[in-house]
């Protein structure tokens, strides 16, 4: 590993950066991002979810985010150990890699560092899971303890507290899963230092273009347009 591979990595960790900080940011490139968006439209949803009688099909919702959210947790834990698999055939793996029609030379230590990297990028993943499917459990109390809807006449504001402290709660636990959703998107492209460094800058890149591509400029984005909370300055 030379210096080249250190500035792969830092060219990794920057496009990693910015693309997270511009996914928070109500007008990145111009553009509202589209986990903005849907921010707005989950605060939208609870205001409307609390101001009904029946809530069912809210909580079956909410359900379903959480479910969600402990599905990717498990691959989670599925993709460490096939790293430490991985550290455990070393030499085999570099005999692959010697027979591949590419001018690097790998060493088993070189080698063992990237794998390091990915596990931790794994691990990383996976307590963003974790902590989302905990906060997505706390909005499903909060959305409980909304007032029932018959107050919405002669109490609209403690409603409406009521219902924004739920959707805060989900708002959270949804950025803590997109931050996981992200590093197992950014994975991807970090696999291309095994390739090289020059690898790893190209193939990050193209992950984070495909990113902004679909945060920022995809139908999705267009289709949750949000007029109101569009202007906001």
Same mark, same amino acid.
């Given at each position: 590993?030379g210096n080249?591979d /250190?500035i792969?990595v830092?060219?990794f960790l920057c496009?990693?950066?910015?693309f997270?900080q511009?996914?928070?940011?109500?007008?990145?490139?111009?553009?509202?991002?589209?986990?903005?968006?849907?921010?707005?439209h989950?605060r !939208?949803?609870f205001?409307?979810?609390?101001?009904?009688?029946l809530r069912?099909?809210?909580? &079956?919702?909410?359900g379903?985010l959480?479910n969600?959210?402990a599905?990717?947790?498990?691959?989670?834990i599925f &993709?460490i150990?096939?790293c430490?698999?991985?550290l455990?055939?070393?030499?085999?793996?570099?005999?692959v890699?010697?027979?591949?029609p590419?001018?690097?030379e790998?060493?088993?230590?070189?080698?063992?560092?990237k794998?390091?990297?990915?596990t931790?990028l794994f691990a990383?993943?996976?307590?963003k899971f974790g902590w989302?499917?905990?906060l997505f459990?706390?909005?499903?109390?909060?959305f409980?303890?909304i007032?029932? $809807? !018959? /107050? $919405?006449?002669?109490?609209?504001?403690?409603?409406? &507290? !009521?219902?924004?402290h !739920?959707a805060?709660m989900n708002?959270?636990?949804g950025?803590?899963?997109?931050?996981?959703?992200r590093?197992?998107?950014?994975?991807?492209?970090y696999?291309g230092?095994?390739a090289?460094?020059?690898?790893l800058m190209?193939?990050?890149?193209l992950?984070t273009?495909?990113l902004v591509?679909?945060?920022?400029?995809?139908p999705?984005?267009d289709a949750? /347009?949000?007029t109101?909370?569009?202007?906001r300055?």
């Amino acid at each position: 590993m030379g210096n080249l591979d /250190i500035i792969a990595v830092l060219w990794f960790l920057c496009l990693w950066g910015v693309f997270s900080q511009s996914t928070q940011s109500w007008h990145a490139l111009g553009r509202t991002s589209l986990s903005q968006r849907m921010n707005a439209h989950r605060r !939208a949803w609870f205001r409307m979810a609390a101001r009904r009688d029946l809530r069912m099909i809210d909580t &079956a919702i909410l359900g379903g985010l959480q479910n969600g959210t402990a599905f990717f947790a498990s691959t989670t834990i599925f &993709a460490i150990g096939g790293c430490f698999a991985l550290l455990g055939a070393t030499e085999e793996v570099l005999t692959v890699f010697r027979t591949l029609p590419l001018e690097i030379e790998p060493s088993p230590v070189a080698f063992e560092i990237k794998v390091i990297g990915l596990t931790a990028l794994f691990a990383y993943a996976f307590f963003k899971f974790g902590w989302a499917y905990r906060l997505f459990n706390y909005s499903s109390i909060l959305f409980g303890a909304i007032p029932p $809807a !018959a /107050i $919405a006449e002669t109490e609209p504001e403690t409603l409406d &507290a !009521a219902a924004d402290h !739920a959707a805060d709660m989900n708002i959270l636990a949804g950025q803590s899963f997109n931050a996981g959703l992200r590093t197992i998107f950014m994975s991807i492209g970090y696999l291309g230092w095994f390739a090289g460094p020059l690898f790893l800058m190209a193939s990050s890149l193209l992950v984070t273009v495909v990113l902004v591509r679909r945060q920022f400029f995809s139908p999705a984005h267009d289709a949750a /347009i949000d007029t109101e909370r569009d202007n906001r300055p």
